[in-house]
């Protein structure tokens, strides 16, 4: 056990301190009470730290050693994609000439990067088997709330406006009921039936002429390919409403089958899981939406074209769109990742992406399956939902299991969720790890099922081995603490 | 295959656990009707080194600012990124990492949201942050819906000056019938307070503008403030992090909530994103506030350490009660923003500040010069302004973009009847010589 602390940033501050080297005035001073007027100009300053460019580096180097990556250790974070991150795509995506682009330059001075979107796009459309695609917005629950609104668009269009309600399923990702409320959509969850998938009874009761469209992801979220789809978009489609495809899962299925074949009229795709985009510890992300032809006309403007000379150019008279969901293009940086992922992996790669990513979770399942619960008890696809329901007799939970597996130094599934298993673990291994790690993983989640029984404080005690203990949440939340503030009677201005 | 590991031994051992003779066994559950029969037809895959040949190809095809002399501004700025901004936010422990849900492992970033929650705070002048947004724009829009949520009103006044871009985003969100939204006009450069006060009343849940404003201009927000009190609706402000090293915070001058553009600080330009959205807000918000929040707590030993807190507002718990749909926000670069501002402190931000404050006026006073150029308004600004010109600007713009000058933007590309104006902005990136020359060639075409 090494427990530490690290000083805040403000508690390493010495006045007088500079961690940078600017360059002086060239050109005369203006009094800034007289450029702008005295009641606006603040007389010190924001009160921001003050250190040397060491202080700043040891710090954050130090932060950093108190976190861990997929660089560090075996992530399998169900539903999150957590794949290694090519380090030559780092390198590309800051190549001056991308970085050094302003979005408002003439797209001549740009031609370099709208080309590489042009052809995202048309990767993506490949990818998914739809006609056009956007890369506007920034993550995957801002590619649903866009493609919630090309819904929206259609309906409208059509003179259609009675459509308020949007179906998804009982075990969707949240983002699914938050990304329609937030569009203005009224939620009705669809029940799951005993095999996992969407419970054809219940959706056509729940379809009707009120129904915009349905949200899904295919695989679900407990990791299982519903063998109903069709059906199931025939049954929206049969009543007018259009099928959304939630792309957070495309990691099990890229070149095996497709969205648009499956019938989905748009979907979204996240390229921080899928195509191999480290994830930032939270972003950035980006959640490109991709359409079928009765929806290009409403996708977000601008759209990135080429003209008969081959020239590239952004095209903001598209009277139709929806408008913009962000500023300028979407997450560009990020785009050029995924690009270079894309055009090394080719299409036999991806492939292979997929089916290793499905073999590797079946792996895992039958080595674990005896020692967890396992409610659906099928072929899984990219990832698999256990359940630790059998360990509650010795008072250990999903959460228990997590934080010992920090001891382990392995980053844990994600726990409880889907919301329709109980203390579920959602284990996601991804292709790109070995069946060495992938053994010790299950080695770790066996020997702590049997910890479970023969020293489970150890478990309920977890993590051991981490920077601090299990911190207190419920402290956290109700005496909320979100910003350091000065010691009382410490030197203000 | 690149980075997939197995040799056909692994596969074997593997299949054999799982009790298969094939990998497409497992695919079963998937139709045959909706099998891919063909192979994706996309480019045929590169290797390492073709890649980098490739990318660096159209990367070149690309002419950024560095190859010009740039005063473009307009929502996406070019300052100094000192060098230790990128070595610290290329530790993969940082970048490989995902949301920090397990809080002992993620004690890193928890830390960071929580110190960069602090800054937004100090800058801004309000009492609570989170840990980032999306952009600008959308961190101006989700304001606006939080004002809604807040107030249970359903009409929203936007400033003529606030970036387009930004209102044509907020119009977005806005537009499923959440509620309506209405433009102020700014005659003279500044959000007019007549017709504010003509148009506020307790239907209206926010007033949104910007500070400096589109035009460069630093609004009066104390006056725009007392009229939102009068009648109940928040002042929303979008503020540019960088002139809040001189400036007063909007919090101190009576705005509600504060939200902003961050790639100013810290992070490049790249033709518009990723870029950070920051929010501040007054701690009557603080439950509508959207996305991530650190907070800091203890563990059983008294160890001070960080969570993600008051997720009962959230997506994955709320599902459609929530708020807002946001997840994975821009967590990278909050992070380069919370090293820049650590790296700037107290003195190098108001350093910063006061460089762009002298050079802008520099370059305004000697463009003025220049026959039949002047002010467009003849208010107090920041980094950026508004010049007339006797021709369009479009025009200007074309010409001396010939001469390896990006003058600015125009107007004209937003607003009807301003197609002689052009916005300018002048960083502290920006020297002498370089402004000197603009004059020169603007004065040679005019």
Redesign the interface.
């Known amino acids: 056990m090494s427990r530490s602390t690290e000083p805040l940033i403000f508690e390493l501050s010495s006045p007088g301190r500079l961690g940078v080297d600017l360059p002086r005035c060239d050109v005369p001073s203006v009094d800034p009470g007289k450029a702008i007027g005295q009641n606006l100009v603040s007389s010190t300053g924001p009160d921001l730290p003050e250190l040397s460019e060491i202080d700043v580096i040891r710090h954050f180097t130090r932060l950093s050693k108190r976190n861990i990556g997929v660089d560090t250790s075996f992530y399998p974070l169900g539903s999150c994609t957590m794949k290694y991150n090519p380090k030559v795509n780092e390198d590309l995506a800051s190549l001056p000439g991308f970085a050094s682009v302003h979005p408002l330059q003439p797209a001549d001075d740009a031609q370099g990067t709208l080309r590489l979107l042009y052809e995202l796009e048309q990767f993506l459309v490949e990818i998914g088997g739809m006609d056009a695609a956007s890369l506007q917005p920034a993550a995957g629950a801002q590619g649903e709330m866009t493609g919630l609104m090309l819904i929206r668009a259609y309906h409208m269009a059509n003179g259609d406006s009675a459509r308020r309600k949007i179906l998804v399923p009982d075990s969707s990702h949240g983002t699914n009921p938050a990304s329609a409320a937030l569009t203005g959509f009224e939620v009705v969850e669809v029940m799951s039936n005993d095999r996992g998938g969407v419970d054809l009874e219940d959706l056509k009761r729940l379809t009707d002429e009120t129904v915009a469209g349905l949200m899904l992801t295919n695989p679900n979220t407990l990791g299982l390919f519903d063998e109903n789809i069709e059906e199931i978009v025939k049954i929206v489609h049969n009543a007018g409403g259009l099928a959304y495809y939630d792309g957070a899962n495309m990691n099990a299925i890229l070149g095996i089958c497709r969205p648009g074949d499956m019938g989905f009229d748009v979907m979204h795709f996240n390229l921080h899981k899928t195509f191999s985009t480290p994830h930032g510890g939270g972003g950035p992300g980006s959640g490109p939406v991709a359409v079928k032809k009765h929806l290009t006309r409403f996708l977000p403007k601008p759209r990135v074209r080429k003209d008969s000379d081959g020239r590239y150019y952004l095209d903001n008279d598209c009277p139709d769109s929806i408008g913009k969901v962000r500023s300028f293009c979407g997450n560009v940086g990020v785009c050029i990742k995924a690009y270079c992922y894309i055009r090394q992996m080719g299409a036999a790669g991806l492939t292979e992406v997929s089916k290793n990513a499905v073999l590797n979770a079946n792996y895992l399942l039958s080595r674990l399956k005896g020692t967890y619960d396992l409610p659906y008890d099928r072929t899984c696809m990219h990832e698999f939902v256990l359940s630790a329901e059998n360990l509650k007799s010795s008072g250990v939970k999903a959460r228990d299991v997590a934080k010992r597996l920090l001891d382990y130094g392995v980053h844990p599934p994600t726990v409880y969720f889907p919301l329709i298993v109980h203390e579920a673990l959602m284990v996601e291994p991804t292709e790109t790890e070995t069946i060495e790690t992938l053994d010790a993983f299950a080695d770790a989640m066996i020997a702590i099922a049997r910890e479970s029984e023969s020293d489970k404080e150890k478990v309920l005690g977890a993590p051991h081995e981490t920077v601090v203990g299990r911190l207190d949440e419920v402290l956290a939340a109700r005496k909320p603490d979100l910003r350091w503030k000065p010691r009382a009677g410490a030197a203000a201005e | 295959?690149?980075?997939?590991?197995?040799t056909p031994r692994?596969?074997e051992?593997?299949?054999r656990?799982?009790?298969?003779g094939a990998?497409d066994?497992?695919?079963?559950?998937?139709?045959e009707?909706?099998?891919?029969r063909k192979?994706?037809?996309?480019?045929?895959?590169?290797?390492?080194m073709e890649?980098?040949a490739?990318?660096?190809e159209?990367?070149?095809?690309?002419?950024?600012?560095?190859?010009y002399t740039?005063f473009?501004g307009?929502?996406?700025y070019?300052h100094?990124v000192?060098s230790?901004v990128?070595?610290?936010v290329?530790?993969?422990?940082?970048?490989?990492?995902?949301?920090?849900?397990?809080?002992?492992?993620?004690?890193?970033?928890l830390?960071?949201?929580?110190?960069f929650?602090?800054?937004v705070?100090?800058?801004t002048g309000m009492?609570?942050?989170n840990?980032?947004m999306?952009?600008?724009?959308?961190a101006a829009a989700e304001a606006a819906?939080m004002s809604l949520n807040a107030s249970g009103r359903k009409r929203v006044l936007v400033s003529q000056f606030v970036?387009p871009?930004?209102r044509?985003?907020i119009?977005?969100?806005l537009?499923?019938?959440?509620a309506t939204v209405d433009e102020l006009a700014c005659p003279g450069g500044v959000t007019g307070i007549d017709q504010l006060r003509a148009m506020l009343d307790d239907s209206v849940a926010s007033v949104i503008v910007q500070y400096p404003n589109f035009a460069g201009i630093?609004e009066?927000?104390?006056a725009l403030a007392g009229e939102c009190q009068r009648v109940g609706a928040a002042l929303i402000v979008i503020a540019d992090p960088i002139s809040?090293?001189?400036?007063?915070?909007p919090g101190?001058?009576g705005a509600d909530i504060v939200v902003g553009?961050g790639q100013s600080m810290g992070n490049?330009?790249?033709?518009?994103?990723?870029?950070?959205g920051f929010m501040g807000a007054r701690v009557k918000y603080?439950r509508y506030l959207p996305g991530?929040?650190?907070?800091?707590?203890?563990?059983?030993?008294g160890?001070?350490?960080?969570?993600l807190?008051?997720?009962?507002r959230?997506?994955?718990?709320?599902?459609?009660?929530?708020y807002?749909?946001?997840?994975?926000?821009?967590?990278?670069?909050a992070?380069a923003a919370?090293?820049y501002?650590?790296?700037?402190?107290?003195?190098?931000?108001?350093?910063?500040?006061?460089?762009c404050?002298?050079?802008s006026?520099?370059l305004a006073g000697r463009l003025c010069e220049i026959d039949g150029v002047s002010m467009a308004y003849e208010a107090?600004?920041?980094k950026e302004f508004v010049v007339r010109l006797p021709m369009p600007a479009e025009e200007v713009v074309n010409k001396l973009?010939t001469h390896r000058i990006?003058a600015g933007?125009p107007m004209g590309r937003y607003y009807s009847g301003m197609e002689n104006l052009l916005l300018i902005c002048v960083t502290?990136k920006r020297?002498?010589e370089d402004?000197d020359e603009f004059v020169q060639r603007l004065g040679a075409i005019l």
Request: glycine share 8%; charged share 20%.
């Open positions: 295959m690149p980075y997939i590991p197995h692994d596969q051992r593997m299949m656990a799982i009790g298969i990998v066994e497992l695919f079963r559950d998937v139709p009707s909706l099998r891919l192979q994706l037809d996309l480019p045929e895959p590169l290797s390492e890649l980098v490739e990318l660096n159209i990367a070149n095809a690309n002419r950024g600012v560095d190859h740039s473009l307009a929502g996406a070019d100094f000192p230790a990128n070595h610290l290329s530790r993969s422990e940082f970048y490989t990492a995902y949301t920090p849900y397990q809080a002992e492992i993620s004690q890193g970033i830390q960071a949201i929580y110190e929650q602090t800054m705070c100090i800058l009492d609570v942050a840990a980032s999306y952009d600008g724009a959308t819906v970036n871009e930004y044509s985003v119009s977005t969100y537009s499923g019938g959440l630093v009066d927000l104390e809040l090293g001189l400036l007063k915070s101190a001058l553009e490049p330009l790249h033709f518009g994103g990723p870029y950070l603080l991530r929040i650190s907070g800091a707590t203890t563990d059983g030993e160890n001070r350490g960080f969570v807190t008051l997720q009962a959230e997506q994955h718990i709320r599902r459609e009660r929530a807002s749909n946001i997840c994975t926000n821009q967590s990278l670069n992070l919370t090293i501002l650590s790296l700037m402190g107290k003195t190098g931000l108001r350093r910063v500040a006061e460089l404050l002298n050079k006026h520099y107090p600004f920041f973009r990006l933007v502290e020297t002498k402004m």
